[in-house]
């Protein structure tokens, strides 16, 4: 299975970038990285996904490792709604969505 | 938002009764998909829908059975309920299985059996 690794926890503050490490030694060449994160009490949400190239959208911006093994996540300027719990996710040819425990962020103000 | 409701958002129910939670969806999306978290776990998956009548099991079906007979709705049965069942349950949709595809997650229900 198609498993991620995450630090537990990270701190950041308000209004600086955020740099979220994703480990993931077992993707393969076709496989998508994929983010989401989780706000207290709320389902996750979609934040970003990529193959090769880096990627941005009006959320974040995505890393990713020239030999894919690592991304990163990052967070422009961290916000306190920033706070959540954050998901490194790849699939492995099909529907199965790994969940590891995550990275659980900080924002302090 | 991506249009997905479920249905109770919370419960608490006694062990050994039945107990059936609905997703709701109005994005005429194909795959649909249950999963549980639990404290000190991610989500983890235990069934999911790929058609109107089509679902397989995912990696922990034991206990639970679904079904869906409207694309837009896939309901999640415990058929008789244990304490080890309590957890936060969510559904999600996606449009299709390609590996970029994203799922989008209901808000959960939280389900207390005693």
């Known amino acids: 299975d198609a498993k991620t690794t995450q630090p537990n926890s990270m701190e950041s503050n308000e209004e600086e970038p955020v740099h979220l490490p994703c480990n993931h030694s077992?993707?393969?060449?076709?496989?998508?990285i994929h983010w989401y994160r989780q706000l207290p009490s709320q389902g996750p949400e979609y934040v970003i996904h990529g193959l090769t190239s880096n990627v941005n959208n009006r959320m974040a911006s995505l890393a990713i490792a020239e030999d894919r093994k690592s991304s990163t996540l990052i967070l422009h300027r961290a916000t306190l709604r920033d706070a959540a719990v954050y998901y490194c996710?790849?699939?492995?040819?099909?529907?199965?969505?790994?969940f590891g425990t995550g990275t659980r962020l900080k924002v302090l103000a | 938002d991506a249009g997905i409701t479920q249905s109770p958002r919370h419960k608490v129910t006694e062990t050994g009764t039945p107990v059936t939670l609905r997703c709701h969806q109005t994005?005429?999306?194909?795959?649909m998909y249950w999963y549980r978290q639990d404290p000190g776990h991610g989500l983890r998956l235990i069934h999911y829908s790929y058609g109107v009548k089509d679902t397989d099991k995912g990696e922990v079906s034991d206990g639970y059975s679904v079904s869906r007979s409207k694309t837009e709705d896939f309901l999640l049965t415990l058929e008789s309920a244990t304490s080890s069942q309590t957890s936060v349950y969510f559904c999600?949709?996606?449009?299709?299985?390609?590996?970029?595809?994203?799922?989008?997650f209901g808000p959960g229900t939280r389900l207390l059996v005693l």
């Open positions: 994005e005429n999306h194909r795959y």
């Open positions: 996710i790849h699939t492995s040819g099909t529907y199965k969505y790994i």
């Open positions: 999600a949709i996606s449009g299709g299985l390609a590996e970029q595809e994203t799922q989008y």
């Open positions: 077992t993707i393969s060449g076709t496989d998508y």
